[in-house]
């Protein structure tokens, strides 16, 4: 191993949280392999070698936006050609076939539409709940969140929207949107869009309310490594106060002693900090609550120059996406997982991610237009039988979960939430393609 992450190597040995100079070392040690290795230690000590997927579709209501931001190919002027916006019988009618297809959840988002009012926005959840009861309706940017509570009559408090939104069906927050907490790569990429401390007030309110949310970074296009780092900073600190408040929210909670004595929480540490002792008494994992919610995710999210207005960059390649999925999972210690998209990512890249602190690879998607790698088109779908391979194949057992990462019990488009299993107690052969 390069002698340089032997400090870091110990650290993760004990459950250390690790230092942005830790974070670094990580990014520029020749020795990627053991970086990957390290992530994976940890990604085992929480969920075993389970890597979870889901039945879902992506729905893109509007690519309409009033931002132009020169990373993303995806957004249109109102009278550009390829502008669309899809009226809410489209979008619960996309709901319903997606529920009858045996889907658990709809992951909506678009772009900051200029001229749709809020009630649109009510609407359509009001609309899937009816058409698609079933289906968990997560939904809406920090970005959309912030836009919604300035075109409302009477412009909202944060808290307030997304509670207006929850009683309307809404389930929780995607976390895209954040691309990299910096205002020098804000103002050059993203100018117009929100800041960091919007990003992440949306995401307070919505824990504040119970809601879960997911995290992103975008990254591989004009931001340093240092920036990077601190974006996961700034996410590791404001999941402390989300679990912080949702160990509050609930009685008879075992905590790390750590949590008890500095307010932090490190998930990633081993099983003797969480009283679990090789016996599987104590749970190291948050679980979902009405009263309290938390990052469940980190999405990184590698940038794809295809024609967008930075198309003469790059973009990260392969072995760089890799890296920044362990140095994620290393530097957040207090997010359960660490999501590999593998329409981002590639199927086969998402592969080798399970074996380097990934243990989620989102799941069928069906329809995607944000980003099209390879020059694919919108509609991009793996089915059940090849997302439950590519994660056989890398070793894993594939786990069916619903968007709060409940275990799911499946026979055909029929579907349950299954008993929580025990990651301590995974199975360590790899698991079957059969679902
Ligand atoms: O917010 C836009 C990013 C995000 C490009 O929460 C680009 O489970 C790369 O957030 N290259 C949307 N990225 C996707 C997203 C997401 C995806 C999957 C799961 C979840 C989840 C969230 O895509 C945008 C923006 O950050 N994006 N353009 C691009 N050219």
């Known amino acids: ?44 000590r929480l969920h075993g070698n389970q890597a979870y997927y889901n039945v879902n579709r992506h729905v893109n209501y509007t690519n ?22 899809f009226s809410v019988r489209q979008v619960a009618d996309q709901a319903a076939e997606a529920q009858a297809a045996g889907a658990t959840e709809i992951h909506i988002v678009g772009g900051l539409h200029p001229y749709l009012p809020f ?30 509570a300035r075109i409302d009559k009477r412009p909202k408090e944060l808290e307030q929207i997304l509670s207006d939104l929850k009683d309307a069906g809404l389930g929780s927050l995607p976390g895209g949107g954040a691309e990299v907490f910096d205002d020098r790569v804000h103002d050059e990429a ?7 401390d919007k990003w992440l007030d949306v995401h307070r309110a919505a824990h504040r309310i119970g809601l879960n949310t997911n995290a992103t970074i975008l990254y591989g296009h004009i931001e340093s490594l240092e920036d990077r780092i601190h974006h996961m900073e700034l ?49 190291r994992l948050p679980q979902p609550s009405d009263t309290s919610g938390y990052f469940q995710t980190i999405i990184p999210l590698p940038f794809i120059p295809d024609d967008s207005a930075l198309q003469h960059l790059p973009g990260p390649a392969g072995l760089d996406n890799l890296r920044m999925i362990a140095v994620s999972r290393l530097m957040l210690d207090n997010l359960p997982h660490v999501k590999a ?43 059940v039988t090849k997302l439950r391979r590519t994660i056989v194949e890398a ?9 709060l990462y409940r275990p799911i019990t499946r026979n055909g488009p029929d579907w349950h939430v299954a008993a929580q299993p025990d990651p301590t107690h995974a199975p360590e052969a790899p698991g079957s393609i059969a679902s």
């Not at 830790?22 to 020749?30: H, I, Q």
């Not at 993203?190 to 960091?196: D, E, M, Q």
């Not at 998402?350 to 980003?371: C, E, H, K, P």
């Not at 070793?395 to 968007?403: L, Q, S, W, Y």
Request: hydrophobic share 40%; net charge negative.
């Open 341 to 383: 998209f593998w329409i981002m990512q590639t199927l086969p890249l998402a592969q080798i991610m399970l074996q380097s602190g990934a243990d989620d690879m989102d799941g069928t998607v069906v329809w995607y237009d944000i980003t099209k790698v390879g020059g694919t088109d919108t509609h991009q779908e793996v089915d």
């Open 395 to 403: 070793g894993c057992v594939p786990v069916e979960r619903d968007t």
């Open 190 to 196: 993203f100018k117009g869009k929100i800041r960091s």
């Open 64 to 85: 309409v936006c009033a931002l132009s931001c020169s990373f993303c190919a995806f957004y249109r002027k109102s009278d550009d050609d390829g502008a669309y916006e």
């Open 235 to 283: 996410l590791r600190q404001a999941q402390d106060e989300a679990l912080h408040d949702w160990a509050q929210s609930l009685q008879g909670v075992s905590q790390s002693q750590e949590y008890q004595d500095h307010g932090r929480v490190v998930l990633t540490g081993p099983d003797a900090m969480y009283g679990i002792n090789g016996n599987g008494a104590g749970n």
């Open 119 to 148: 009630a649109y926005y009510l609407d359509m959840l009001r609309a899937i709940r009816e058409a698609a009861p079933r289906l968990h309706i997560k939904a809406f940017t920090a970005v959309e969140i912030v836009h919604l």
């Open 1 to 44: 191993m390069d002698p340089s992450l032997s400090t870091i190597a110990d650290k993760v040995e004990q459950g250390i949280r690790l230092t942005a100079d830790d974070g670094m070392t990580l990014f520029t040690s020749p020795d990627l392999w053991s970086v990957c290795s390290l992530a994976d230690r940890v990604r085992r």
